[in-house]
Structure formats: structure tokens, C-alpha cells
């Protein structure tokens, strides 16, 4: 019963989807503007490609293992992020919100869309090298291992849950903060030598995408709608 009820619910969120217009374009790319500027700064510096920045962060790596070992785990987990979608989910199957819910149901579709899917098929189609073989060659449409950096998976996935989520709950700290942690992830993977600084950029789009058709702008708890009692109760 409980089951049905679920599999109900999730299908009449599902009819719901639409893309909201009133994005917040301006406070998005505030959010990505620090890593933004990093990235095009350190290209004209070292490269955007290639054995340029690829030997910049290994000087890094070896003069500082404390960081690099921070940065691994900044790699390794960020993924945790949906934590807080879980949290999200969790509360609005208790109280029954429809919002709520569809706004976890968005992510979810959108990431699996763009970040699985298309990010796959862009990787393989342009075959990029990590950074480790210099200089990298390419080997596009054979979706060979090691050879499916462009665009970044770890910088578009996190990019595709922590945008919506920072417009989602809203302040100016918090977006502050999911903007320290964009950097962070995307910094990690070029200090860890597992992608060019193209690739950080390609990811800029792909979870710019995914972002944009996640949004939905958060109602107050007093405009949501309030679900009618069966039929058999009313009056």
C-alpha cells in the first residue's frame, strides 16, 4: 500500500516537469566565478592542454604531499553532496511534499541525462588522454580507458547537484560556500593530474545544462499546495 502510494506520487511529479524561466543566471555565474577565473588565469600561464599544466600541478603534488593527500580526498568523495538530496527526499515522503520531492526527482533525472549519458558520449567521442601521457594524444570514438577526460565527470556532477541545490536553499553564504566547494573539486582534479583544464571547462557547460533544467524555484511552505483528503472524507 505504501509502495503504491510512492510509485503514485512519483509518477504525477514526474507529469510535472517544466523549465521555470526566471533562472538565476547572475547568481550562477557568480558561483562559478572564482573557479572560472582560476582556470583561464592559470591557462594563458601553463596551458589549457597538454604537457604545460600537466608538469605546473606535478611540481605541486611533489613540493606539497599534505595538500595533494587532501585533495584525493576531495576527489574520492564528492559524491557526498547527495547527502543532502537524500535528507531532502527523506523529509517530503515523511510530510508529503509534492515539491520537495519533485525537486529531488529533477535532480536525479537530469544528472543520470546529462551526466552519465551525455558526459559519456562526449568523452568518447573526442578521446582526450589524461594528462600523464605527454604529449596526450587522442583516440575520438573508440571509448578507450584512459583515453575519456573531456568534459570532467567528478566537475560536471558536482557542478549538476550543487548549483540547484545552493538556488534550493538559498543565502548568500551558502552559495558562497558551494562555491568554495566547486573550486575545491575542480582544483583537485587538475592538482591530481587527472584532467586538463579544458575538461574543467567543458564541465562548466555540461552542468550549467543539467543546473538549468534542475531549478525550480522554491516556494514558502505556506504557498504549496495543500493535497485534498480522498474522496470517501469529503464532504
Sequence with gaps: MVFNKTAESL????????????????????????????????GLM???????????????????????YAMKII???????????????????????????QFVLRSIVFAILFVTLLNHILKGSFGT?????????SRPFQFARGYMTFPS?????????????????GGKGFSAFISLLISAICVSRLWLGAHHPVDILGSFVIGSLAARCIFQPRRPLMERPVPLPPKSQQP
Aim: glycine residues 4%; contains cysteine; hydrophobic residues 50%.
Design 11 to 42: 509518477q504525477n511529479n514526474l507529469r510535472g516537469f517544466k523549465l521555470y524561466p526566471e533562472y538565476p543566471w547572475a547568481r550562477h555565474c557568480v558561483i562559478l566565478s572564482p573557479i572560472f577565473l582560476y582556470i583561464i588565469v592559470t
Design 129 to 137: 588522454a589524461r594528462p600523464s601521457l605527454v604529449p596526450p594524444p
Design 46 to 68: 601553463y596551458g589549457f592542454w597538454g604537457s604545460g599544466p600537466y608538469s605546473f600541478y606535478l611540481a605541486l603534488r611533489e613540493s606539497y604531499p599534505a595538500v595533494t
Design 153 to 169: 565527470g567528478h566537475a560536471s556532477a558536482f557542478i549538476t547537484a550543487a548549483l540547484p541545490l545552493a538556488f534550493w536553499i
Design 75 to 101: 576527489s574520492d568523495y564528492y559524491l557526498s553532496i547527495y547527502a543532502v538530496y537524500l535528507v531532502i527526499l527523506i523529509r517530503a515522503l515523511f510530510v508529503h511534499d509534492k515539491w520537495d520531492l
